[in-house]
């Protein structure tokens, strides 16, 4: 393997071999997939349809919850998506084949800006805090599922119609079943870190903010009382512990985030470094740092947009100032807490799709059918 000149290579020991019990699911997910898919989406109807017809609320959004046919609508999308990821498993002539497509195409984005809520709800159970709302977890978390299960399901059928390996995305012969070359760690590019780096600086208003509240200063128009006294009366033990040595449990949650973004940039996300102890030199497994880059960069990343983009629009008078609401006595401070908030959450999220793709790219293994044939081709020639 060529290694850039800009990146680091280290060796990683080889994993184990997988026992068949192992083999027989992680190996397998281009033929899982689809069927799992079409259960997620026969689950997620029949709960959209008891919540519609229940009259169950569902918020999402504070305020806001999901109107019954808006359900209904959901439900139908989930069983669209369920029965395309079947079909996958066919063979499919043109006009089939584009159908798939279309289904797939428009039922995931839907699902994935339903997943927009989860980083709050992570941070929610994080910090033990109560949770809101069941029905409104429940919701981001099939949301979460199906988005997940309908990316891998349109990877794979991607890659089929290819002509190449659904699993590793490779040409080669046989099944794509078999043990897996992983590639030397390296460091992302430095064109890449620098993007990261400047998308994560995007936390240091709202930090900084967050941090003058909590040290007993006063920061668009609202004093430390007020905000210690509006947050403080829901918040839990662990909030609390954080808040009264300066720490809002956001700033330490995005302080998570810059940890596993520098992980998806750096060869110790890649090895265990020895700080680790038990588990120093070993290969990190890819999901263990690209799931959660995934499901929490994502949603981040579409939030902190849409405050970015509003924030200019209210203070311009384009749109209608948010009425401020304690501990907020101006609706300018408000805007500007928005406008932070926005650069703060798109920032990170934007950061970690940028490291996460990085990651996946220099980390992505290939079957070793496919590594033999490159390297009987290259000693051929």
């Known amino acids: 393997m060529v290694v850039p000149a800009n990146s680091e290579a ?69 069983l669209l998506a369920g029965t395309a990821c079947l079909a996958t498993t066919r063979t499919l002539g043109g006009p089939a084949r584009a159908a798939v497509a279309t289904a797939l195409t428009v039922t995931l984005p839907v699902f994935v800006v ?48 290819r002509g190449h390996c659904p699993r ?25 870190r620098t993007a990261a780096c400047l998308l994560m600086c995007g936390l240091l208003p709202w930090a900084a903010v967050k941090s003058i509240w909590l040290l007993g200063g006063d920061a668009l128009g609202v004093t430390a009382e007020d905000w210690q006294r509006t947050t403080g ?37 890649q090895v265990f470094p020895r700080w680790t102890v038990f588990l120093a030199g070993r290969r990190v497994p890819r999901p263990l740092p690209l799931v959660p880059a995934w499901l929490t960069g994502v949603p981040l990343a579409m939030y902190g947009t849409v405050l970015v983009v509003l924030a200019p629009l209210m203070a311009t008078g ?22 932070f908030g926005g650069l703060a959450f798109g920032g990170l999220g934007l950061g970690l799709i940028v490291a996460a793709r990085s990651y996946a790219a220099r980390t992505r293994p290939a079957c070793a059918a496919a590594r033999a044939e490159t390297g009987a081709a290259g000693s051929s020639a």
């Open 10 to 78: 280290k060796a990683i020991p080889r994993p184990p071999e997988a026992g068949p019990g192992r083999v027989g699911w992680s190996r397998r997910w281009p033929a899982w997939a689809p069927r799992a898919a079409a259960l997620w989406g026969a689950v997620y109807a029949a709960v959209e349809i008891t919540w519609a017809a229940a009259g169950t609320t569902v918020p999402w959004k504070a305020h806001a919850s999901h109107a019954p046919a808006v359900q209904l609508l959901l439900a139908a999308l989930a």
């Open 114 to 161: 339903g997943t927009i809520g989860l980083p709050i709800h992570f941070v929610t159970l994080m910090f033990l805090s109560r949770v809101e709302s069941a029905t409104g977890l429940a919701q981001v978390l099939l949301n979460t599922a199906g988005a997940a299960l309908l990316f891998l399901v349109g990877l794979s059928h991607r890659r089929r119609l």
């Open 318 to 339: 384009l749109l209608p100032a948010i009425e401020p609401s304690p501990p907020f006595t101006t609706g300018s401070g408000l805007t500007w807490m928005v406008a």
């Open 233 to 269: 009366d829901g918040a839990s033990g662990p909030a609390r512990a954080a808040a009264s040595v300066g720490i809002d449990v956001t700033v330490l949650a995005g302080a998570v985030g810059v940890f596993l973004l520098l992980g998806l940039l750096h060869t110790w996300g």
């Open 168 to 192: 590793c995305g490779r040409p080669h012969p046989g099944t794509g079943d078999g043990p897996l070359v992983h590639p030397a760690a390296s460091r992302a590019s430095n064109r890449t």
